[in-house]
Each structure stands twice: as structure tokens, then as C-alpha cells.
């Protein structure tokens, strides 16, 4: 949405400047756009493959993060590097991110100013890193990215497009901390990424395009063995 305050429009310059990640996190610099700026040690900018095929995307860095700068290295980020592990992937083959770059309060959820004012940092992130696939994690990645109000559990480990490019949503491996159950889903929904991947990367990947062009879920009659680019949807699950 545009708006009209001058630091807008010099963000808007800005990002449009900055071709590479490091011009990008150079015009990001010591971030007090929101509040957020005022009460986290570090800003976490993203890390991995500046040229990665799959990025994924968080909601927030959380305590750890915030001292270490950098993505998922708490007990959310072991669990999300056993799970990359499972289809042979390590952290550096991959770029992480979140919605936010600065540590909300109490690990409190995201605001929409603050979202507002971080996420075309992200956007910028995703143009200049041009994955082919996304992977989100959890309800705020899932609804920025898919433009969408829909929960994570009504779309978990489907196959949709936005804006040019493959996005599988994901439970946030957090959920898998408190709810064991969710563990294995979140395996499940890793093979399935890497079936996604592949076909992306192979050229076979084929995801329909609705009118909008923003969210395309995979139609139902695609589920089930014979589903063109992601096995093995569960029926019901949306
Ligand atoms: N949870 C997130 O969403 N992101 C992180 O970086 C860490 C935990």
C-alpha cells in the first residue's frame, strides 16, 4: 500500500538501490523504523546460500537469536537443522529469514506496524535471492507470503504459488516443541518439500496459477498418488 511519509519513500529508493544482500542489510542499517529497535540486542538479518533454491521463511527472532544474530539457533533451529538433514540438506545450501528482523518483546507475537515496516526488507531479501521455492514456517510467514488469512493447519504441506514461485507452508518446528505430535508432520511435510524442490529443479514442477496469481492451492483433484509435483497429500487436511 503506498503511503505518503518521506522516510517511506526513501525506504522504497532504497531497497529498489540495493542489488545485492549486503546493500540491502547496508540500507537496512541500525533499524529503529518501529519500536522494535529499541529493545533488541541485534538485528537478524538472514543467513545461508545468497543464491539458495529453497528459503525459508520464520516469524521472529527469539531470545537466542537476538544475541547471536542469526536465525533459528535455538531449540526451534536444532529441530529445523534435524529436519533439513532428513532430506540431505544442511543450513548453508539454504537461505533463513524471518518476518521480522528484531526480537519482539517476551517473544510476543508480531504487530501489523511492525510488520508493515520490516516485511518489504524481506521482500527485497526473497527478490535478490530468487528461490525457487519457499518454504514457510508457521501462521505469520505463511499469511505474508500467501497474502492470506487462512490458518497454517488448513494448508500445511500443499503446494501453492506466489508470485511466480513455489511456496509449501509449514508448521513452525516451534509447534513441534510444545506438541509432540506435530514432529512427525513436520518430517511428512519435509519429504514433501523435497519432492517440490526437485521438481523445481528439474524443470518438472508444475503449479497451476489461479486468476489473482497470488494463491493457487494445489486442486483437490490433484491429491493423492498420482498428484503431478507433491506426493502424498493428506485428504482433508484444508
Ligand atoms: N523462531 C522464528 O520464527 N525465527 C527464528 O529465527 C527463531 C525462532
Known amino acids: 500500500m503506498a503511503?505518503?511519509?518521506?522516510?517511506?519513500?526513501?525506504?522504497?529508493?532504497?531497497?529498489?538501490?540495493?542489488?545485492?544482500l549486503g546493500a540491502l542489510r547496508d540500507h537496512i542499517g541500525d533499524c529503529h523504523r518501529c519500536a522494535l529497535g529499541d529493545t533488541r540486542t541485534q538485528?537478524?538479518?538472514?543467513?545461508?546460500?545468497?543464491?539458495?533454491?529453497?528459503?525459508?521463511?520464520?516469524?521472529?527472532?527469539?531470545?537466542?537469536?537476538?544475541?547471536?544474530?542469526?536465525p533459528f539457533v535455538g531449540a526451534a533451529g536444532k529441530l529445523l537443522d534435524e529436519l533439513l538433514e532428513s532430506i540431505g540438506l544442511a543450513r548453508s545450501q539454504v537461505y533463513i529469514a524471518n518476518i521480522l528482523k528484531c526480537r519482539p518483546?517476551?517473544?510476543r507475537d508480531p504487530l501489523p506496524p511492525e510488520m508493515a515496516s520490516c516485511t518489504p526488507f524481506l521482500a527485497r531479501q526473497i527478490e535478490l535471492i530468487g528461490p525457487k521455492v519457499i518454504a514457510t514456517?508457521?501462521?505469520?510467514?505463511?499469511?505474508?507470503?500467501?497474502?492470506?488469512?487462512?490458518?497454517?493447519?488448513?494448508?500445511?504441506?500443499?503446494?501453492?504459488r506466489a508470485e511466480g514461485r513455489a511456496v509449501v507452508p509449514i508448521f513452525h518446528p516451534a509447534a513441534a516443541l510444545y506438541d509432540a505430535s506435530k514432529r512427525d508432520v513436520l518430517f511428512d511435510d519435509f519429504r514433501r518439500l523435497k519432492v517440490v524442490l526437485d521438481?523445481?529443479?528439474d524443470g518438472t514442477?508444475?503449479?497451476?496459477?489461479?486468476?489473482?496469481?497470488?494463491?493457487?492451492?494445489?486442486?483437490?483433484?490433484?491429491?493423492?498418488?498420482?498428484?503431478?509435483?507433491?506426493?502424498?497429500?493428506p485428504s482433508g487436511d484444508g
Do not use: C, W
Not at 503511503?3 to 545485492?20: H, I, K, V, W, Y
Not at 538479518?45 to 539458495?52: E, I, K, L, Q, S
Not at 501462521?139 to 503446494?159: E, M, W
Not at 494463491?215 to 497429500?233: C, K, S, T, V
Open 3 to 20: 503511503s505518503a511519509r518521506p522516510e517511506d519513500a526513501r525506504d522504497a529508493a532504497g531497497l529498489t538501490a540495493a542489488s545485492d
Open 43 to 70: 538485528l537478524v538479518f538472514g543467513v545461508g546460500d545468497p543464491d539458495a533454491r529453497l528459503m525459508f521463511v520464520g516469524e521472529a527472532p527469539g531470545k537466542n537469536e537476538d544475541l547471536r544474530g542469526e
Open 105 to 107: 518483546p517476551g517473544n
Open 137 to 160: 514456517l508457521g501462521n505469520f510467514a505463511t499469511r505474508y507470503v500467501l497474502d492470506t488469512q487462512r490458518p497454517i493447519s488448513a494448508v500445511r504441506g500443499r503446494l501453492f
Open 199 to 201: 521438481r523445481a529443479e
Open 205 to 233: 514442477l508444475q503449479v497451476p496459477e489461479q486468476a489473482d496469481g497470488r494463491l493457487a492451492p494445489e486442486p483437490d483433484g490433484a491429491a493423492g498418488h498420482d498428484a503431478p509435483h507433491i506426493a502424498g497429500r
